[in-house]
Structures are given as structure tokens and as C-alpha cells.
């Protein structure tokens, strides 16, 4: 069920970890709504029409002309259901921009597919790391290895899905990174 993601390197997955660990998003606390942080970091979430972004962009921050937020996300409509596009933004602002710091320039979340740049990837492992911390989801794969009578696999994904707010590939996604990062910190011991 489980197979192995290859896009990252175990040593910069536990690299990224440990600099989220170490943000003020550690701070903040883990698995926020996108709405709590964007209130939390003072930035403005603003949804707009599907056209009204590039075509090949999901999500933009950028700087906002309301003085009263330092900063202006802006998610097209077919995207807002997930929380991924406004987290993915959040991200470029406490890493790329700083917390209490007004944007200046304009960072773009790619859609699915889109993403070429290693430091946006590295963006989007982090807004997954955040949604889905690596101890809690440690802990339910413990639970769910531990079950007995062993749990439905469909209803173990279905329920972190909705615990989340995720999609299913991404959920499966971080199982496979957890368990790869947990792996590779048991053998450094």
C-alpha cells in the first residue's frame, strides 16, 4: 500500500522537518486551518475567479494595499476547498518573507505538476509537513500497525483524509515520508 517517494532525499525531508520544527509556525502550532494562520501572521485570503490567476497557478502572495495585513493571499475559487494553495502561501511568508514583515514581492503556488523549482518544492513539502505533523501522523501509523483485529487500510487513509483535510495521494504521500524519515533516524541511532 505504502511505496516510496523519490522526489526528495530522506536527508532533506529530515532537514525541512527540523526547520519547521524550529519556525515560529512550531510555535504557532501544527495543523492549523489556513484561515486561523492567514489571521494568526496577518495576511489577508482573498478568493478569486478561476481566470483572474494564470492558468498553471493555483495560488498567489503578494503584497496587500490594505495597510491593516502584511500581506495578500489570493486562491482562485476551484481551489479553495483544499487548504494546500493558502498553507503553500503561508509558508513563502514565514520562510521567504519573515513573520511581522510586509510582502514586497509576489510568490505563486503552481498547480499539481507545475512545479519545477527545488525551493518550491521545498515550500510544498513544508505546507504538507505542517498540515500533517510528523508525530501525529507517527502515531496513527503506530495505531494503526498496532491495531488488532488489523484496521481496514481504506478506513485508516480515509479517516487521516478527513482528520486533515487532505486528498488521498497527498495523505498517502506522507505516510510514505514519515516512515522513510522515522526509518532513517532509527538507523542513525
Given at each position: 500500500?505504502f511505496?516510496?517517494?523519490?522526489k526528495l532525499?530522506?536527508e532533506r525531508?529530515?532537514?525541512?522537518?527540523?526547520k519547521?520544527?524550529?519556525?515560529?509556525?512550531a510555535?504557532?502550532?501544527?495543523?492549523k486551518?489556513?484561515?486561523?494562520?492567514?489571521?494568526i501572521?496577518?495576511l489577508?485570503?482573498e478568493?478569486?475567479?478561476?481566470r483572474?490567476l494564470?492558468k498553471?497557478?493555483e495560488?498567489?502572495?503578494?503584497?496587500?494595499?490594505?495597510?491593516q495585513?502584511?500581506?495578500?493571499?489570493?486562491?482562485?475559487?476551484?481551489y479553495?476547498?483544499s487548504?494546500?494553495?493558502?498553507?503553500?502561501?503561508?509558508?513563502?511568508?514565514?520562510?521567504?518573507?519573515?513573520?511581522?514583515n510586509?510582502?514586497?514581492?509576489t510568490?505563486?503556488?503552481k498547480?499539481?505538476?507545475?512545479?519545477r523549482?527545488?525551493?518550491?518544492?521545498?515550500?510544498?513539502y513544508?505546507?504538507?509537513?505542517y498540515?500533517?505533523?510528523?508525530?501525529?501522523?507517527?502515531q496513527?501509523?503506530?495505531?494503526?500497525?498496532?491495531?488488532?483485529?488489523r484496521?481496514?487500510?481504506?478506513?485508516f487513509?480515509?479517516?487521516?483524509c478527513?482528520?486533515?483535510g487532505q486528498?488521498?495521494?497527498?495523505?498517502?504521500?506522507r505516510?510514505r515520508?514519515?516512515?522513510?524519515?522515522d526509518?532513517?533516524r532509527?538507523?542513525r541511532?
Open positions: 500500500m511505496f516510496n517517494n523519490k532525499s530522506v525531508m529530515i532537514e525541512l522537518e527540523d519547521l520544527a524550529n519556525s515560529q509556525l510555535e504557532i502550532g501544527f495543523a486551518t489556513d484561515e486561523e494562520l492567514a489571521k501572521l496577518n489577508a485570503i478568493v478569486v475567479d478561476d483572474a494564470p498553471d497557478t495560488a498567489t502572495l503578494t503584497q496587500s494595499d490594505d495597510l495585513y502584511f500581506g495578500l493571499i489570493r486562491v482562485k475559487q476551484k479553495r476547498r487548504v494546500f494553495a493558502c498553507i503553500h502561501e503561508i509558508i513563502h511568508y514565514v520562510f521567504d518573507v519573515g513573520c511581522g510586509r510582502v514586497t514581492e510568490f505563486e503556488r498547480v499539481r505538476g507545475k512545479t523549482d527545488e525551493h518550491e518544492q521545498d515550500i510544498n513544508m505546507a504538507a509537513s498540515s500533517m505533523p510528523f508525530v501525529q501522523i507517527k496513527a501509523i503506530k495505531h494503526y500497525n498496532d491495531s488488532s483485529p484496521m481496514d487500510e481504506l478506513v487513509v480515509h479517516d487521516l478527513q482528520k486533515y486528498e488521498r495521494e497527498s495523505v498517502l504521500r505516510i515520508e514519515v516512515k522513510r524519515i526509518r532513517e532509527r538507523e541511532i
